[in-house]
């Protein structure tokens, strides 16, 4: 079992920054592939980025791209989101996710272990 707690999220002005932390605790973290999703109000969950086990590599969604950036610090077990240049339509509960071996790693499905979620609203 990999237990995750997202934090961070808050109320930020459009153009603003913030940075989500995802604390991982339970089997070795380093194992894990992480990924960040978010949710909007009525709409489907939704893939933003995923990051490897060593964070060589990461990967993201084109709606955030360059603007927000993932990695991870695997001696804090931990996983971070920061993003910048804010838009309302960035709005949504944003979630952690833990998966023992993706392959596209955008799915959903591939995640084994799901955290509580944060709100991230961004104000017009």
């Known amino acids: 079992q990999v237990q995750l707690v997202e934090s961070g999220g808050g109320l930020v002005q459009a153009g603003g920054s913030l940075r989500l932390s995802c604390a991982a605790s339970?089997?070795?973290?380093?194992?894990?592939?992480m990924g960040w999703f978010r949710q909007a109000p009525g709409k489907e969950r939704d893939f933003v980025a995923a990051?490897?086990?060593?964070?060589?590599?990461?990967h993201y969604a084109d709606s955030v791209k360059g603007r927000f950036t993932m990695s991870r610090d695997n001696a804090k077990n931990t996983v971070y989101l920061q993003m910048n240049s804010l838009k309302p339509e960035d709005t949504a509960v944003y979630y952690c996710?833990?998966?023992?071996?993706?392959?596209?790693?955008?799915?959903?499905?591939?995640?084994?272990?799901w955290g509580q979620g944060t709100q991230v609203t961004v104000s017009s």
């Open positions: 996710a833990a998966s023992p071996d993706c392959v596209i790693c955008k799915r959903e499905y591939e995640y084994n272990y």
């Open positions: 990051i490897n086990w060593s964070g060589a590599y990461t």
């Open positions: 339970g089997r070795t973290f380093s194992n894990y592939y």
